[in-house]
């Protein structure tokens, strides 16, 4: 529904399967980072509002006709939402370059790729089986149930909304679980047109998957504290998951935290020097850089140092910046304002550090293809691993490129940080690759390839990068728990006041 004069799209959120405002009338806009101008209001919902959803998750969870269905059903129900996703996946990209301002070459394959998580996750949620356990006492029958863990409170971040609430949802609905979603405030639209066109139109029962917009604090603490929220799984800052955890532990909550990382990309000498810089550049530049797995430290080993990065700033000032919607632009805008204001930041900081711009440096403006958010691709030489340009999350089109002596220095340097989400080696020794990569403290380590990321493959971080792993069949896991059962076909009795073991 338009909004008076400035034409703007008006939301509604989705609860227990129903469209509502929040109850309080308020609104809030949201942007597009291209134009700088807003487009559409999204509901500012609050305690009350996730009050609601996570009441109708729990109804869903615990008497409604979701708790009846057999898993098989469940996996039928995950693969409409599948087909649904294939359908629409044009539109969603479109919403999220809108919203997120990120290109749609890049979202369009998100959208496309989407599908496969249903698929995968709804083939695997009737194989989820118990166990039979032969115990050290005969007379016993033992079996470990595996069941769901009940309401899921997912947080996710602005930079790709729909792609990283499925990397929850899909799990957790195979499991059996119910889900309220608290989008970004930056980019919650995209969230909201994947409710209307696939989730109210899989005929999943009322309550199933639930979205609550609004602010960090006043939407996602109360669905972070709610009793009846039996996992958290955020996706977002360090800090903001650090604070995440915190709330969550006072009511013993699972949780499961994606986080940042400074990844290292390491460049060794005997690598294919045209793939390294195309990997490099993909590393830092796809995605403006607001990508968790940035490989926004590039470690240089110094024979090749000069001429890898000659080559490198030559192609990273090809980038063609401009509108996130055409499919020819390879470097868009920043998402929001606060973040296009601290990569500025950061910049500044590099540059009083003593780090050496070889490319960029500030704003890009519209004789560059550029505009109100635009920042410039970036880097720096002459980075030393203990700079704050070197060790603290940009999100943003900046890279530190940091020079290394041999093999052993490359490792030390690429530990030394407090996170720990992915890495990249280029080389063409296969024993190096195997060999470093697995010194490597890192969730996820690719080699002589950068940012791929698969439905079947863990994801996540070591150190400050996270807890848990989304994706791959271990992820079932973490919306799943054990319950054993002991069936005594033996005689009762006994000493009453003595554990019951076989000793
Ligand atoms: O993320 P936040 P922001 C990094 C990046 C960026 C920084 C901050 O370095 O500069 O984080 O970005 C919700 N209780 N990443 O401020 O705050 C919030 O509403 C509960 C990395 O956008 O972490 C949103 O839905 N929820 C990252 C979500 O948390 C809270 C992607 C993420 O917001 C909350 C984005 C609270 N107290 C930024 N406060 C990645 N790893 O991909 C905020 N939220």
């Known amino acids: 529904m338009p909004d008076g004069a400035r034409n703007l799209q008006k939301y509604e959120t989705y609860i227990d399967g129903k469209w509502t405002a929040a109850r309080s009338g308020k609104t809030f806009e949201t942007y597009n980072p291209y134009t700088g101008e807003a ?57 999220e370059v809108r919203d997120n301002g990120k290109l749609i070459s890049e979202m369009l394959a998100q959208t496309k790729y989407m599908p496969e998580w249903y698929y995968y996750y709804g083939g695997i949620a009737d194989k989820i089986h118990g166990q039979v356990v032969s115990v050290d006492r005969p007379e016993h029958f033992t079996y470990i149930l595996k069941e769901p863990v009940g309401v899921c409170g997912f947080i996710t971040p602005w930079n790709s909304p729909l792609m990283l609430a499925t990397w929850k949802l899909a799990p957790a609905l195979a499991a059996g679980c119910t889900a309220v979603i608290k989008p970004s405030e930056y980019t919650s639209a995209s969230l909201l047109e994947f409710m209307r066109l696939v989730i109210a139109e899989a005929d999943l029962p009322p309550g199933v998957v639930n979205v609550v917009t609004g602010t960090g604090v006043n939407a996602g603490e109360p669905l972070v504290t709610h009793p009846k929220v039996a996992k958290i799984a955020f996706t977002g800052g360090t800090l903001t998951g650090a604070r995440v955890s915190e709330l969550a532990a006072k009511s013993f909550k699972k949780v499961s935290l994606e986080l940042g990382g400074k990844s290292p990309n390491i460049v060794f000498d005997d690598c294919n020097l045209e793939d390294a810089v195309s990997g490099a ?15 926004s430290r590039l470690l240089v080993q110094e024979t090749i140092h000069d001429v890898f990065v000659e080559k490198l700033v030559a192609m990273a000032r090809q ?16 998402t929001t304002p606060p973040q296009y204001k601290k990569i500025l930041s950061y910049i500044d900081i590099a540059k009083g550090e003593g780090a050496n711009c070889v490319l960029g440096g500030g704003p890009a403006g519209k004789e560059e293809g550029g505009g109100t958010y635009f920042v410039k691709p970036t880097i720096f030489t002459g980075v030393d691993n203990k700079m704050r340009i070197a060790q603290e999350e940009v999100f943003g089109p900046v890279l530190s490129v940091i020079k290394f002596k041999d093999e052993e220095e490359a490792v030390r ?26 010194r490597i403290r890192a969730g996820t380590v690719w080699v002589n390839t950068y940012r791929a990321v698969s439905f079947l493959m863990p994801f996540g971080g070591y150190k400050a990068s996270g807890l848990g792993r989304e994706n791959g069949a271990e992820a079932i896991e973490s919306y799943l728990q054990s319950k054993s059962v002991w069936i005594n076909n033996g005689p009762g009795g006994g000493n009453p006041f003595v554990m019951k073991t076989s000793g």
């Open 39 to 95: 487009w559409a209001l999204i509901p500012d919902c609050a305690k009350e509002e996730v009050d609601l959803a996570v009441e109708a998750a729990a109804r869903a969870f615990e008497s409604g006709p979701w708790s009846k269905m057999t898993a098989t059903a469940r996996g039928k129900a995950l693969r409409r939402i599948a087909g649904l996703i294939e359908r629409h996946a044009e539109h969603l990209a479109q919403i």
């Open 281 to 295: 550049i993909s590393g830092i530049f796809a995605a403006t850089g607001q990508t968790c797995i940035a490989g």
């Open 319 to 334: 980038a063609r910046l401009g509108d996130p919607s055409k499919f020819e632009t390879q470097v868009g805008p920043v």
């Open 413 to 438: 340097i690429a530990n030394d940080i407090a996170y720990g989400l992915g890495a990249g080696i280029w080389t063409q020794s296969v024993k190096r690759a195997h060999g470093v990569a697995a």
